[in-house]
């Protein structure tokens, strides 16, 4: 077993989700439809939080594809696809079914003595207009719908996108059925039918109401469908020229919501806080834990990736770590860790609000302590630990210097005026020799918090690192867009420079007397001195 594995990391990292895959199948967890509602909201909650939720559902909707012999038949039953892809719109889709929706059913609320009711089934007294009322309803739902592309949210859109690319290659004839089933069947017309159980209104919803807005559902869903009513439904045969007449405007919305090429944007969900994803982790293992000889069978007869590799923990998987800790509540801060640093067992985390967490690494259960260490609440760009302090800079453009015993503030400087970007620790002799370097292209030297030089480079300065041959030859390498600056330590003055990438050099590393350069596009070289 690897030294350093833990039970988030062998459930998430897999490019397959072979854990996810097997533990959802139907040979392991049957047809049961309860168990696969009650487990589609912790594994929801564990992708979502750890910023996997794209590979999730691109993962399991090309699964789907790939055990359906027709497409109409896609997200139309109780599958585990079916229940994660519901469970997680619910999460993020509510904000764009107010806008689109409510209106739509407010206005049906105020006009309640209209008859909507044509099952003759159902009353004795079908009036004529009740048809025209419902056509009504269901036109101003389609016509709020419609237009409401632009305002589709993002992870909706990259939904339908997967939808798009796969049923192009297993069922293209079939691509309108295949996006409208998930918009439509699964997104929409439930919120529709239940607008005060999906929080699309508040107020509640009367019997006759109800059953207007099934009504109105059932035909929008039969347009998506391309379907007919049939005669075992005759009293909606009428709404077959209705149907028919939306076919067209439908396809185009498709079109719309499925076309884009941007890639997944992760909307962040506050319910999902670090100990809902605690908990949700250890739901997820005590099923797999259950259920490991099912699981152990499922990976021998598919053999596929790394299914021998998991197989081989499926026995220690009780043992291993839920996750090493994490690094935020998200319900506490709302913002992603920018940059951090170890200083003993406790790591040291910069915030995108201005706040430093500082997290116990042997301890995942203790909660991190939280620090303001800048003003404004703006990003913190950088932070280095230089023995007895550590160093973070923000967007405000200040330095805070802090005690690492105490965790208190010693120090606040302020002399940048741009954005400091980068910090440098440069560890000669005991002296506490720091570079920090902004936007604005200015270095300055620090020795013992005070200001002991300065060098202006004039572009902005993004990464640094030091790299110590000899006493005599020691540079600082600097990061300035895809130009990388080498500085004489000692005589501070710029003694070569080269064009080494295409993107923004965003990091150095020194490595055995050179150093490594990597920027945003990913790429790294090793330079020379």
Same mark, same amino acid.
């Given at each position: 077993?690897?030294?350093?594995?833990?039970?988030?990391?062998?459930?998430?990292?897999?490019?397959?989700?072979?854990?996810v895959r097997?533990?959802?199948?139907?040979?392991?967890?049957?047809?049961?439809?309860?168990?696969?509602?009650?487990?589609?909201?912790?594994?929801?909650?564990?992708?979502?939080?750890?910023?996997?939720?794209?590979?999730?559902?691109?993962?399991?909707?090309?699964?789907?594809?790939?055990?359906?012999?027709?497409?109409?038949?896609? *997200?139309?039953?109780?599958?585990?696809t079916?229940?994660?892809?519901?469970?997680?719109?619910?999460?993020?889709?509510?904000?764009?079914?107010? /806008?689109?929706?409510?209106?739509?059913?407010?206005?049906?609320?105020? !006009?309640?003595?209209?008859?909507?009711?044509?099952?003759?089934?159902?009353?004795?007294?079908?009036?004529?207009?009740?048809?025209?009322?419902?056509?009504?309803?269901?036109?101003? *739902?389609?016509?709020?719908?419609?237009?409401?592309?632009?305002?589709?949210?993002?992870?909706?859109? *990259?939904?339908?996108?997967?939808?798009?690319?796969?049923?192009?290659?297993?069922?293209p &004839?079939?691509?309108?059925?295949?996006?409208?089933?998930? #918009?439509?069947?699964?997104?929409?017309?439930?919120?529709?039918?239940?607008?005060?159980?999906?929080?699309?209104?508040?107020?509640?919803?009367?019997?006759?109401?109800r059953?207007?807005?099934?009504?109105?559902?059932?035909?929008?869903q039969?347009?998506?469908?391309?379907?007919? *009513?049939?005669?075992? @439904?005759?009293?909606?045969?009428?709404?077959?020229?209705?149907?028919?007449g939306?076919?067209?405007?439908?396809?185009?919305?498709?079109?719309?919501?499925?076309?884009?090429?941007?890639?997944?944007?992760?909307?962040?969900?506050p319910?999902?806080?670090?100990?809902?994803?605690? &908990?949700?982790?250890?739901?997820?293992?005590?099923?797999?834990?259950?259920?490991?000889?099912?699981?152990?069978?499922?990976?021998?007869?598919?053999?596929?990736?790394?299914?021998?590799?998991?197989? !081989?923990?499926? =026995? &220690?998987?009780?043992?291993?770590?839920?996750d090493?800790?994490?690094?935020?509540?998200s319900?506490?801060?709302?913002?992603?860790? &920018?940059?951090?640093?170890?200083?003993?067992?406790?790591?040291?985390?910069?915030?995108?609000?201005?706040?430093?967490?500082?997290?116990?690494?042997?301890?995942?259960?203790?909660?991190? /302590?939280?620090?303001?260490?800048?003003?404004f609440?703006?990003?913190?760009t950088?932070?280095?630990?230089?023995?007895?302090h550590?160093?973070?800079a923000? @967007?405000?453009?200040?330095?805070?210097? #802090?005690?690492?015993?105490?965790?208190?503030?010693?120090?606040?400087?302020?002399?940048?005026?741009?954005?400091?970007?980068?910090?440098?620790?440069?560890?000669?002799?005991?002296?506490?020799?720091v570079?920090?370097?902004?936007?604005?292209?200015?270095?300055?030297?620090?020795?013992?918090?005070?200001?002991?030089? !300065?060098?202006?480079?004039?572009?902005?300065?993004?990464s640094?690192? #030091?790299?110590?041959?000899?006493?005599?030859?020691? #540079?600082?390498?600097?990061?300035?867009?895809?130009?990388?600056?080498?500085?004489?330590?000692?005589?501070?003055?710029?003694?070569? =420079?080269?064009?080494?990438?295409?993107?923004?050099?965003?990091?150095?590393?020194?490595v055995?007397?050179?150093?490594?350069?990597?920027?945003?596009?990913?790429?790294?070289?090793?330079?020379?001195?």
């Amino acid at each position: 077993m690897a030294s350093r594995e833990t039970f988030a990391h062998l459930l998430l990292r897999d490019p397959q989700l072979l854990l996810v895959r097997s533990l959802f199948s139907s040979q392991v967890l049957g047809n049961t439809y309860l168990e696969a509602e009650r487990l589609a909201t912790p594994v929801i909650n564990v992708f979502a939080y750890s910023e996997r939720i794209d590979v999730l559902l691109t993962e399991m909707v090309t699964d789907e594809f790939a055990h359906q012999k027709n497409v109409a038949t896609l *997200f139309r039953n109780n599958s585990m696809t079916s229940h994660l892809i519901t469970t997680y719109t619910k999460l993020i889709g509510r904000t764009y079914l107010v /806008k689109v929706l409510n209106p739509v059913i407010r206005s049906l609320l105020k !006009s309640l003595d209209k008859n909507y009711e044509v099952d003759p089934n159902r009353s004795k007294n079908v009036l004529p207009e009740a048809i025209d009322n419902v056509k009504e309803l269901t036109s101003n *739902f389609m016509s709020a719908i419609l237009r409401s592309a632009s305002s589709c949210p993002a992870p909706i859109s *990259f939904i339908c996108q997967t939808l798009a690319k796969v049923t192009e290659e297993r069922f293209p &004839q079939s691509r309108y059925m295949a996006i409208g089933g998930f #918009f439509f069947l699964r997104y929409v017309c439930p919120a529709i039918v239940t607008p005060d159980g999906y929080k699309v209104i508040t107020a509640p919803v009367p019997p006759e109401a109800r059953r207007a807005l099934v009504l109105a559902s059932k035909v929008i869903q039969k347009t998506v469908n391309e379907r007919d *009513f049939a005669e075992n @439904e005759a009293y909606m045969q009428p709404f077959n020229t209705f149907i028919q007449g939306y076919q067209h405007p439908i396809h185009e919305f498709l079109d719309q919501i499925s076309s884009s090429t941007s890639s997944f944007v992760n909307v962040p969900i506050p319910t999902i806080t670090h100990q809902l994803y605690i &908990q949700s982790l250890q739901v997820i293992r005590d099923e797999i834990i259950k259920r490991s000889v099912k699981i152990t069978e499922f990976l021998h007869s598919h053999n596929m990736g790394q299914s021998n590799y998991i197989i !081989s923990l499926l =026995n &220690q998987i009780s043992t291993l770590p839920l996750d090493w800790f994490v690094l935020y509540d998200s319900k506490k801060t709302a913002t992603k860790v &920018q940059c951090m640093v170890l200083v003993d067992k406790l790591l040291w985390c910069g915030l995108g609000d201005g706040t430093i967490l500082i997290c116990d690494t042997q301890d995942p259960s203790t909660e991190p /302590k939280p620090i303001q260490a800048h003003e404004f609440k703006k990003l913190v760009t950088a932070i280095i630990c230089t023995g007895k302090h550590v160093w973070t800079a923000s @967007e405000d453009k200040a330095i805070g210097v #802090f005690d690492v015993d105490t965790l208190k503030p010693v120090h606040r400087l302020t002399p940048h005026r741009g954005i400091v970007k980068t910090l440098l620790h440069v560890p000669i002799n005991s002296n506490e020799v720091v570079w920090s370097g902004d936007t604005n292209g200015l270095i300055i030297v620090w020795h013992k918090f005070e200001q002991a030089d !300065s060098i202006d480079l004039k572009e902005p300065i993004c990464s640094m690192c #030091f790299v110590n041959l000899s006493p005599q030859e020691q #540079f600082v390498w600097v990061g300035i867009f895809n130009v990388i600056f080498c500085i004489d330590f000692n005589t501070r003055q710029v003694v070569t =420079n080269w064009k080494s990438h295409a993107g923004i050099v965003c990091c150095l590393l020194p490595v055995r007397g050179q150093a490594v350069s990597y920027t945003h596009l990913r790429a790294h070289e090793t330079g020379r001195n």
